[in-house]
């Protein structure tokens, strides 16, 4: 079986989430590609029998410019599963996957969150100097995300079996009213770059390698100058610090993020599913 991860991570908890359960269906053998969501994402899913979407938790629900790409990819009717993580608030976040899947998807085959703190490093240093005790996602949660993927393939078989199978509601999200209220005001773009803080670049840093502008930033906020020193489209930023933990020399810094240290895991967990 092939079963086809998409994520959106901009610090790397979740991408580590996907990674996990992407163990789990590998233990039975199955093949798992991991895609990482960028504004560009047309994923074709002809060749994959179940399609995993997940995303990170940005004011009680998926950034806005997640749902929005995901709503503009085709899911041909595949059964699907959602997974995210946050700070331990996911909010509305697992059922704004579910709303922008379910119109070009198939059945949904259930859901899960991890929690995933520790990002504050990367846009608020000084509350987590020097280094974190942990980074990521806690060993429990590390566990659940393989035993995940048990569950969706038990799931898959029983709807195979049966010929009339009744919708099961635990299998969808709630909806959360409160935290969508909330989520109207807290999460349009440039309001996520203003939490985050506006982006600088120390210009007696920068290498010109024009990573972030090509490799990271999701949300194509990022463009090069003639002298290939970044820019940034604060309008379009969603707050993911992708582009502050990414570069390799740390010019990139904003007011909240300005003493930050490049975080270990960022580059294996990342990088790696992009080069
Ligand atoms: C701008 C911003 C807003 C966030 N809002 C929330 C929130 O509302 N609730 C929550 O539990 N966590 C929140 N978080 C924490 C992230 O959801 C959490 O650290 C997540 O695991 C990050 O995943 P990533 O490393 O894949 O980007 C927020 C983080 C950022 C940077």
Not at 200 to 213: F, R
Request: glycine share 8%.
């Amino acid at each position: 079986m092939k079963v086809a991860l998409l994520f959106f991570s901009g610090t790397g908890i979740t991408a580590n989430f996907a990674t996990e359960i992407a163990k789990g269906f590998q233990y039975h053998k199955n093949v798992v590609d991991l895609i990482r969501i960028k504004s560009d994402l047309q994923v074709d899913l002809t060749k994959y029998d179940i399609v995993g979407i997940g995303s990170q938790t940005y004011s009680f629900r998926a950034p806005r410019l997640v749902t929005r790409i995901l709503h503009h990819q085709d899911f041909q009717k595949k059964p699907f599963f959602l997974f995210c993580t946050s700070g331990g608030m996911p909010g509305n976040t697992l059922w704004n996957l579910y709303k922008s899947v379910k119109r070009t998807g198939g059945y949904c085959l259930g859901f899960i969150d991890g929690i995933g703190i520790t990002n504050i490093r990367s846009w608020m240093p000084k509350l987590s100097s020097p280094k974190p005790k942990f980074w990521g996602l806690n060993h429990g949660d590390c566990e659940q995300a393989q035993q995940f993927g048990n569950l969706i393939l038990d799931r898959l078989e029983k709807i195979k079996n049966l010929s009339s199978f009744s919708k099961n509601k635990k299998w969808i999200p709630n909806f959360q009213i409160v935290t969508s209220i909330w989520s109207i005001f807290f999460t349009w773009r440039w309001e996520m770059a203003l939490t985050v803080g506006l982006k600088h670049v120390d210009k007696s840093k920068c290498k010109m390698c024009g990573l972030c502008a090509t490799t990271i930033c999701p949300s194509g906020a990022i463009t090069l100058t003639v002298s290939k020193i970044p820019k940034f489209n604060e309008w379009k930023c969603v707050g993911c610090n992708g582009c502050v933990n990414l570069c390799p020399t740390t010019a990139i810094w904003s007011i909240r993020s300005k003493n930050h240290h490049p975080y270990d895991h960022y580059n294996k967990s990342i990088i790696n599913f992009d080069l």
